[in-house]
Nanobody
Framework: QVQLVESGGGLVQPGGSLRLSCVTS????????IGWFRQAPGKEREGVSC????????YYADSVKGRFTISRDNTKNTVYLQLNSLKPEDTALYYC????????????????????WGQGTQVTVSS
């Protein structure tokens, strides 16, 4: 059974940090690009950061570039998203997704591609 389980969300003050984890099972993560997406109430889903399977190239949305860092550990079937310098506008439900045919990390994030999706973890940035 394919599963993606996100964790690490929470309530944090502006300027704070969080580390999100996406633990995968039921498929060989080595062959899949993994992406982090977010959706705030009343807004469309946005591709935040994606990392592909071959050369681990990465893509970041302009809104998070320089503040968020994506990484993957295939030995642990886990992808991480480090969130630094958080802003209130980062408040959203954060999802991870896996897709085997994305081509590039940018393509996955821009076109919101995902064969499999997790249930999400809530990030709230507020003072």
């Amino acid at each position: 059974q394919v599963q993606l389980v996100e964790s690490g969300g929470g309530l944090v003050q502006p300027g704070g940090s969080l580390r999100l984890s996406c633990v995968t099972s039921g498929f060989t993560m080595d062959y899949y690009a993994i992406g982090w997406f977010r959706q705030a109430p009343g807004k469309e889903r946005e591709g935040v950061s994606c990392i592909n399977s071959l050369n681990h190239s990465v893509y970041y949305a302009d809104s998070v570039k320089g503040r968020f860092t994506i990484s993957r550990d295939n030995t642990k079937n886990t992808v991480y998203l480090q969130l630094n310098s958080l802003k209130p506008e980062d408040t959203a439900l954060y999802y991870c997704a896996a897709d085997v045919r994305v081509g590039t990390a940018q393509n996955m994030c821009v076109h919101l591609l995902g064969d499999y999706w997790g249930q999400g973890t809530q990030v709230t940035v507020s003072s």
